[in-house]
C-alpha cells in the first residue's frame, strides 16, 4: 500500500542518493564495457561455439610475413590462408552468429529497468499555490516466464546459425586454399609458357637470318624470306602475350596471399611427385564422401534447421505469453513529502488482432523454409557435379601429361631433322617453319598439361571437401620440369634475334 512519511531529512536526500547509486553503477558499466571486451567478457559462454580462426597449413597459429624470399607451395597456401580478407570475414561471420546465439540466450533472464525524472509542478488549487519540484525514480523487473516455445525456436534458430557459419568458415578456407595452389602453379605454368615462346622466337629467328642469308646469294625466294619474317613476328608476339600473362599471375597470386598485386613474391621451384592413377576410384562413392563432409553442403541443412525454427518462432509470436513482473517507486517532493510503493506480480499478454501480422509472418517463414530447402537440393547437385568435372578432368590431365611427353619429344625430334635437312639444301623453308611451328605448340601443350594436372588434384579434393595440408605433404618424386618462377621484373628484350628486314 503506498504510504506518506513526513521526517526531518531533507526531501531532497533519498533522489540524491538513488542517483548517486545508480550512476555510480552506469559508470562502472560504461567504463567496464571496452575492459570486458578485452578480457573476453562471454557470461554465456558463447565463444567457444565459434571454429578456431584461420591457421596455416600445419595447423600451427599464423606468423607475420617473413622477409622477402622464395616462397614455396606450402608457404604460399599459408601466406594465403592467413592473411587473405575472405578466411578473416569468414571467421568474424562466425563470431557474430555466436553473439547472435548469447542474444537469444539473454530471453531467459529477467530485465531490469530504472528510471528517473525531475519536474517542476505550479498548482492552481484553493489547497495549494506553492510552486513545487518533485523527483520520481523507479525500478522495474520483468521476466517472461511461459511463451509457448518461442524462445526456444528462436534459440534453436541462432544456433542453426551459427553452425551454418562455422561451415562456411571451412568452405572458404578450403576455396581461399585451392585458390592459392592455382595462382602458385599458374605462375609457374606463365613462367614455362614464357620460356618456351622465347626459345621459339629465337628458332624463329635463327630461320629468318637462313632465309635472309640465301635470298642475298640468290638460292632463296622473296616467298620464303616473308614467310619467314611472318613466323617470326608470330612469334614475338607470342613471346610478347606471354609476359603479359606471366604479370597477370604474379598479380593474381599477390592477391590470393592478401598483399599488393605489385607486390608479388619470388616463387621457389616445383616439387612433386609424378602423375599417377592412386587417385582412381568409383565415382560415386566420392560423390557420396562428399555429400558428408563437403562444409558448404552441411551449411545448407543447417540453413534449413534455422528456416524450420523460424516457423515455429512465428507461430508463437501469435500466442499468449506469461510474465512476472516487479515495480518498486519513490517519489520526492521538495514540500517534503515521500511517497513509496512496490508491486509484485503476474501479467498475461494475449494478443487479439495485429492487422494479420502474425497470419504473414508464419506464411513468410514457411516460404523461407521452401527457398532453403530448393537451395538444400541446388548444392547437393552441384556436389555432384563438381566432383564428377573433377575427377573427368584429373583422369585427362593425368592421361594428357605423358602424351604431352611424348609430343614434345618427337616435335624436338622432327624440328631438329627440318633444321638439318633446310641446311643441307634437301628441305625447304615451309617444312622447317611447319616443325618449329609445331614444336611451339607441343612445348605449351606440355606445360598446360602439367598445370591442368597439378591444379587438378587440388580441385578433386576441394570438390569431395578434404582439401588441406595433407595435399602438401606428398613426398616429391623428382623436381618437376617447370624452371623456377622469375621474380616480378620487366621482361628483357631478345635483342640477339632481332633481324631487320
Not at 602475350?241 to 619470388?266: F, H, K, M, W
Request: aromatic share 6%; hydrophobic share 45%.
Amino acid at each position: 500500500m503506498p504510504y506518506t512519511s513526513r521526517r526531518a531529512l531533507p526531501a531532497h536526500c533519498p533522489l540524491k542518493l538513488t542517483l548517486a547509486v545508480i550512476g555510480a553503477f552506469a559508470a562502472l558499466s560504461i567504463a567496464a564495457v571496452p575492459g570486458a571486451r578485452a578480457n573476453g567478457f562471454d557470461p554465456f559462454p558463447v565463444a567457444a561455439l565459434t571454429p578456431p580462426p584461420a591457421a596455416a597449413s600445419n595447423g600451427l597459429p599464423c606468423q607475420e610475413p617473413a622477409a622477402e624470399h622464395a616462397l614455396s607451395l606450402v608457404n604460399v597456401v599459408d601466406e594465403a590462408l592467413c592473411h587473405n580478407p575472405q578466411t578473416r570475414e569468414a571467421w568474424a561471420t562466425a563470431r557474430w552468429r555466436a553473439a547472435q546465439v548469447g542474444v537469444a540466450q539473454a530471453a531467459w533472464l529477467p530485465t531490469l529497468a530504472a528510471t528517473l525524472s525531475a519536474s517542476r509542478i505550479r498548482p492552481d488549487t484553493s489547497l495549494a499555490r506553492e510552486d513545487y519540484n518533485q523527483q520520481k525514480s523507479a525500478l522495474t523487473l520483468s521476466w517472461l516466464l511461459w511463451d509457448f516455445g518461442g524462445r526456444s525456436a528462436t534459440l534453436e534458430s541462432a544456433r542453426q546459425l551459427l553452425a551454418a557459419a562455422s561451415e562456411t568458415q571451412s568452405s572458404t578456407l578450403q576455396s581461399v586454399f585451392l585458390a592459392a595452389v592455382q595462382a602458385f602453379y599458374q605462375v609457374h605454368a606463365n613462367t614455362a609458357a614464357l620460356a618456351a615462346t622465347r626459345e621459339s622466337e629465337r628458332a624463329a629467328g635463327e630461320s629468318l637470318r637462313a632465309a635472309e642469308a640465301r635470298y642475298r646469294i640468290g638460292t632463296g625466294t622473296p616467298a620464303d624470306r616473308l614467310q619467314a619474317q611472318t613466323a617470326y613476328s608470330q612469334a614475338t608476339l607470342a613471346r610478347i602475350s606471354a609476359e603479359g600473362s606471366l604479370q597477370t599471375a604474379y598479380g593474381t597470386l599477390a592477391n590470393v596471399i592478401g598483399r599488393d598485386a605489385q607486390r608479388a613474391p619470388p616463387l621457389a621451384p616445383v616439387l612433386d611427385p609424378a602423375p599417377d592413377a592412386r587417385f582412381e576410384r568409383d565415382v560415386g562413392a566420392l560423390i557420396d564422401e562428399a555429400r558428408r563432409q563437403r562444409p558448404d553442403l552441411r551449411a545448407s541443412e543447417a540453413q534449413l534447421a534455422s528456416a524450420e525454427a523460424d516457423i515455429a518462432a512465428a507461430r508463437a509470436a501469435g500466442l499468449p505469453t506469461l510474465s512476472l513482473v516487479a515495480a518498486a517507486n519513490n517519489t520526492d517532493s521538495s514540500l517534503g513529502s515521500t511517497t513509496r510503493d512496490g508491486s509484485l506480480g503476474v501479467r498475461v499478454d494475449i494478443p487479439v488482432f495485429s492487422g494479420f501480422a502474425t497470419h504473414y509472418r508464419v506464411r513468410s517463414a514457411e516460404e523461407q523454409r521452401a527457398i532453403k530447402a530448393a537451395q538444400l537440393e541446388k548444392t547437393r547437385l552441384q556436389v555432384s557435379l563438381d566432383v564428377w568435372n573433377a575427377y573427368q578432368n584429373l583422369v585427362t590431365a593425368t592421361q594428357s601429361v605423358k602424351s604431352a611427353a611424348d609430343l614434345l619429344a618427337s616435335a624436338e625430334q622432327s624440328a631438329r631433322v627440318a633444321r638439318g635437312r633446310y641446311e643441307a639444301g634437301v628441305g625447304t623453308l615451309i617444312e622447317l617453319l611447319n616443325a618449329q611451328s609445331a614444336l611451339a605448340s607441343a612445348r605449351l601443350q606440355d606445360v598446360q598439361a602439367k598445370f591442368a594436372w597439378r591444379t587438378g588434384r587440388a580441385t578433386l579434393a576441394q570438390a569431395i571437401g578434404v582439401l588441406d595440408g595433407s595435399l602438401l605433404q606428398l613426398p616429391p618424386a623428382a623436381a618437376g620440369n617447370l624452371p623456377a618462377a622469375e621474380p616480378i621484373l620487366p621482361a628483357t628484350p631478345l635483342t640477339d634475334t632481332k633481324v631487320s628486314p
